[in-house]
T-cell receptor
Framework: AQSVTQLGSHVSVSEGALVLLRCNYS??????LFWYVQYPNQGLQLLLK??????LVKGINGFEAEFKKSETSFHLTKPSAHMSDAAEYFC?????????????FGSGTRLSIRP | GAVVSQHPSRVICKSGTSVKIECRSL??????MFWYRQFPKQSLMLMAT?????????EQGVEKDKFLINHASLTLSTLTVTSAHPEDSSFYIC?????????????FGPGTRLTVL
């Protein structure tokens, strides 16, 4: 069975500080991994995704994530937090290749930015 | 990237009425669409997988007679909440699957906020 664990339901950092949101997964097949961001009362926006190839993935808004197979992790980072980064972040894993395979979401991490 | 729309974005209805939510893929054809439900401060819960021209596949615990899903075309899926009650109040999000960049990627709609009085 596949699962996603996000460590920390709430993370607070100062503006300009490093952002680190943790995600660990379990998957019986090579996974596709995603990070989504959700602003209040909005849908999900894809930040970045890992499919194959380079394990360091760069996304939008200065975010990046590194796929570490040995650690089954896909942590999200940003060198310098901005006030506009305050939102809910979801890590997700897609264990299959077909259009019908389900994305499994983590429980989410709320990121707050202190002025 | 691919765009998915939902209509309405917000709906308030009386208990006992039915509400229909539309999910459209605007610039691509989606053989598979997904419907999620999200409670406040929680993650997305998959309700059902909808395939064009066939019956939807519901997740365990989701009442298929309560949440009717129709995927009549490659660009439109609808979710009808029948005889809505206050406990059905939630944020409903759809997604549509498109083969892009070597994988079947899901693109999410903006969500529909349902409030049942």
């Amino acid at each position: 069975a596949q699962s996603v664990t996000q460590l920390g339901s709430h993370v607070s950092v100062s503006e300009g500080a490093l952002v680190l949101l943790r995600c660990n997964y379990s998957s019986s097949v090579p996974p596709y991994l995603f990070w989504y961001v959700q602003y209040p009362n909005q849908g999900l926006q894809l930040l970045l995704k890992y499919t194959t190839g380079a394990t360091l993935v760069k996304g939008i808004n200065g975010f990046e994530a590194e796929f570490k197979k040995s650690e089954t992790s896909f942590h999200l980072t940003k060198p310098s937090a901005h006030m506009s980064d305050a939102a809910e972040y979801f890590c997700a894993v897609k264990p299959g290749y077909s259009s019908a395979s389900k994305i499994i979401f983590g429980s989410g991490t709320r990121l707050s930015i202190r002025p | 990237g691919a765009v998915v729309s939902q209509h309405p974005s917000r709906v308030i209805c009386k208990s006992g009425t039915s509400v229909k939510i539309e999910c459209r893929s605007l610039d691509f054809q989606a053989t598979t669409m997904f419907w999620y439900r999200q409670f406040p401060k929680q993650s997305l819960m998959l309700m059902a997988t909808s395939n064009e021209g066939s019956k939807a596949t519901y997740e365990q615990g989701v009442e298929k007679d309560k949440f009717l899903i129709n995927h009549a075309s490659l660009t439109l899926s609808t979710l009808t909440v029948t005889s809505a009650h206050p406990e059905d109040s939630s944020f409903y999000i759809c997604s549509a699957s498109e083969y892009t960049s070597g994988i079947n990627e899901q693109f999410f709609g903006p969500g529909t906020r349902l409030t049942v009085l």
